[in-house]
């Protein structure tokens, strides 16, 4: 991460906050009013209670994740599926990672930054960590992401959910009646945080797919006090056990949808140790903000595209999951005025966590601008015969009132045989105007 940070530095997308900042509020308050401005990364130098500096939205922007993945044109979608073919044909190796010494030295949990996010959250909680652990049978390697309430120096407590693969693991660890050794990461580098992001098969290895992304092998190193081998670059390794059949009190947090989780009971980490990169850099993120929704709408909108392509849906572009996740946007080469209603009902299959609504565009929509979107809609025809209602689909797994059952689709495309009338405006060279040659 810290290269990253560096590059991000040199670029100008990384602003430093020098003076000192509360980790209880007002370092989030700070996030969120540099998100709401711009697209930037903070570093905040400065944090009470802690000498570790923290680092906050370096992945709240569309540009820089196509960037690391080397999109052309920002369409991320087209290029993690070519990307996801060679990691699916691509041999496994057995040994995938190059093993090599790092520096690294043991901190104590309450010298961490303990930043509280949100007004009724129950506690401090590590949010941008990075759950590493082996299946205890199948011993495959799994990347994922677990918010961490502090409870004491030696206690988190994690929310696992149970669509996540970290649960098989559990289940798997409980039948033995075992704790399953894990550890926290935060601050890794960048192509393990995007491969955590992504949404692959159980039996998958997401530290393949890293240093497949990195194009070499990804350096590990022995944990300090389990049995786990750990990105040897990673800032803070936080590593534990999560006890069998033991379940406390967790949450409120404030979470992605923009309200509080309620409380609780989930599983419970028992720290054993700390281990750090000399001068380490804590990595924050506050839930539900660009920086917590654009890696999930990537990864969301990726694997709801292949699954378009797969499904040998004809003319898909591009997807987008904006403005938030249970939307879905797919724009298209528009072949048939049946056309979208085949999108729409594709990408309702591709994950049923997902897609509450689906709307349609035609190629010369931006999906990532809503009001282009809506407009598009609002626009190209009657809205009352352009939108679908599916009644009672299922939605997400864990949903006791049925608030999630339902779809909505909208076919915000033009007439095929009315293209001429939907012929966009332009102003000849506005393009081109550089405003500082007219402005004093």
Not at 196 to 213: F, H, M, R, T
């Amino acid at each position: 991460m810290r290269e990253f940070v560096d590059r991000l530095q040199q670029s100008g997308d990384l602003k430093t906050v020098r003076r000192s900042v509360d980790p209880r509020y007002e370092l989030a308050a700070v996030t969120h009013a540099a998100q709401a401005a711009g697209e930037a990364a903070l570093l905040f130098e400065e944090v009470a209670g802690s000498d570790l500096p923290v680092v906050t939205n370096l992945y709240g922007s569309h540009r820089r994740l196509c960037d690391l993945i080397g999109a052309p044109d920002d369409n991320f979608c087209s290029r993690w599926s070519a990307l996801a073919d060679g990691f699916e044909t691509a041999p496994q190796e057995p040994i995938t990672f190059a093993a090599e010494p790092a520096d690294y030295s043991s901190l104590s949990f309450s010298a961490l930054p303990q930043i509280t996010w949100h007004e009724k959250d129950a506690a401090p909680y590590i949010t941008a960590g990075i759950v590493i652990a082996r299946h205890p049978e199948t011993r495959v390697p799994n990347l994922s992401f677990h918010r961490a309430m502090h409870v004491s120096d030696t206690e988190l407590r994690v929310r696992i959910g149970a669509s996540h693969d970290l649960a098989l693991y559990m289940e798997a660890a409980e039948a033995q009646g075992a704790a399953l050794e894990v550890a926290i990461l935060v601050g890794t580098a960048p192509e393990i945080f995007i491969a955590a992001c992504a949404s692959l098969p159980p039996e998958a290895d997401e530290l393949a797919v890293a240093a497949a992304l990195r194009g070499a092998p990804i350096p590990m190193r022995p944990a300090a006090t389990i049995d786990l081998q750990v990105p040897a670059d990673t800032e803070v390794v936080i590593e534990g056990r999560i006890l069998p059949g033991e379940r406390r009190p967790e949450a409120p947090f404030g979470e992605f949808m923009g309200y509080y989780v309620p409380e609780g009971l989930n599983h419970v980490f028992e720290i054993t140790g700390v281990t750090a990169r000399p001068d380490p850099i804590w990595h924050g993120l506050l839930c539900g903000s660009p920086e917590d929704m654009r890696p999930l709408e990537t990864a969301i909108a990726a694997r709801i595209y292949r699954h378009l392509v797969k499904a040998q849906i004809p003319g898909v572009l591009d997807v987008s999951t904006r403005p938030q996740l249970l939307n879905t946007v797919v724009r298209i080469d528009k072949q048939s005025d049946d056309h979208p209603r085949q999108v729409m009902e594709a990408a309702w299959d591709a994950h049923l966590d997902y897609s509450k609504a689906c709307i349609v565009v035609d190629q010369d929509v931006d999906i990532h601008d809503m009001d282009r979107v809506w407009w598009s809609f609002l626009t190209r025809g009657r809205v009352d015969q352009r939108t679908h209602i599916v009644d009672d689909r299922a939605g997400f797994y864990r949903d006791p009132h049925g608030d999630h059952r339902g779809r909505i689709g909208i076919d915000a495309t033009m007439p095929l045989d009315r293209r001429a009338e939907f012929d966009l405006k332009r102003v000849p060279g506005a393009d081109q105007i550089d405003l500082r040659d007219y402005l004093d």
